[in-house]
């Protein structure tokens, strides 16, 4: 019996054994080479947008705290938003091609503020994005709505393209060392970043890192796309809610550029959600002595996340019980006009990740880790 299980487990074909046969480790995809360029220029591209965010506060002659906070805010929306236009023509082809997603952009705007100005004519959201996102300057109610949310929808999606390509960029190049790492004896390692990264146990004696990548190369991940934008947008909630029901906050920021401050935050969340997403597409484990296998992506996701939620929980109950004595119905129309654009940049956002990078994204990290294994 004994015999015929051993077999049985030699004639099944080990995970790194197999991920070699799947993966081209020679090929030089559109993804290296755009992870290439990213890494190459981001230093300086860092630089551009501080300048972009300098001569922003200097145009406004703004030099208050919310000033300066809206001109880096700003700032680095405009940086991300050109480079994500380059990279939309230099990235891979995404598993639904344009020739869908070019009419979706085009029609769910449309419709949007065809809503907006059925239902919306005593919103004061119709009158935030009219002002900040009409780039044409016309106050015409339906038509200023179409190019506000035009101008939305399109930053939103060139952004996203900006960020995620970033995302990927380092984490395609040098994520590979992290794991590599974990493998070293424990003598031979200088610090402990690893083991806190992914809060692996002490108990826990790491043998090898093996994958366990989901099978999923040829569809849209639907599920994944779900499970992306959910996090993002109750990340984004989280986040902004210190701005929104913070009583400091509501006294020296004006609700509209409290919702304008919160919007652009809100188009930086990703690298908070996707790095452990990737990791758990990948399937990323320890082996080691123990029963069970320890997957990297549940500690991964509990650091980043460690107290954060907690914390925020519990000032959201302290200065919602400090300043119960203010305007409740400015809070929540900022709120609720904050928690729709929420929902769009996530959606976005996930889509531009799952759509176009995660193929690419997921197979590029193993490459790497196989590529430095043999060397």
Not at 159 to 182: D, E, H, K, N, P
Request: charged share 15%; with cysteine; net charge neutral.
């Amino acid at each position: 019996m004994s015999e015929t299980s051993d077999r049985i487990k030699n004639m099944v074909p080990k995970p790194m054994t197999y991920l070699r046969t799947i993966i081209n480790l020679n090929e030089d995809t559109r993804h290296d080479k755009l992870d290439r360029l990213i890494t190459g220029i981001f230093p300086y591209f860092l630089v551009i947008c501080s300048v972009f965010t300098i001569i922003l506060t200097i145009y406004l002659e703004n030099y208050s705290f919310t000033g300066i906070l809206f001109g880096i805010c700003l700032g680095f929306a405009l940086g991300f938003l050109m480079l994500g236009m380059a990279c939309v023509f230099l990235s891979d082809r995404g598993v639904i091609t344009w020739k869908y997603v070019v009419p979706i952009v085009s029609l769910l705007p449309a419709l949007v503020a065809v809503i907006l100005s059925i239902v919306g004519s005593d919103i004061g959201f119709n009158e935030f994005i009219v002002k900040y996102f009409d780039v044409f300057g016309e106050n015409t109610d339906l038509v200023a709505l179409m190019v506000s949310t035009y101008s939305i929808t399109l930053m939103t999606f060139f952004v996203a393209y900006g960020v995620v390509s970033v995302i990927v960029g380092y984490f395609r190049s040098y994520f590979y060392r992290i794991l590599r790492a974990l493998e070293r004896p424990p003598e031979e390692r200088k610090n402990h970043v690893p083991e806190w990264l992914f809060q692996i146990p002490e108990i826990i004696d790491i043998k090898t890192i093996e994958f366990e990548p989901d099978a999923d190369d040829e569809k849209f991940n639907t599920k994944l796309f779900l499970n992306t934008a959910f996090s993002l947008f109750a990340l984004g909630i989280v986040i902004c809610s210190y701005i929104f029901i913070n009583p400091l906050f509501l006294q020296i920021i004006p609700s509209e550029d409290m919702l304008l401050i919160g919007m652009l935050l809100s188009l930086f969340i990703s690298p908070l959600v996707i790095p452990w997403s990737i990791v758990k597409s990948i399937g990323a484990k320890v082996t080691s002595d123990a029963p069970r296998d320890f997957y990297l992506w549940k500690g991964m996701r509990g650091r980043l996340y460690q107290g954060f939620f907690a914390v925020t929980f519990f000032m959201m109950l302290l200065t919602l019980s400090v300043y119960l004595g203010m305007d409740f119905m400015r809070i929540l129309n900022t709120y609720l006009g904050y928690v729709a654009f929420m929902g769009i940049v996530s959606m976005i956002t996930s889509f531009v990740y799952v759509n176009t990078y995660y193929k690419g994204f997921k197979n590029g990290i193993i490459k790497s880790y196989l590529l430095s294994k043999e060397e």
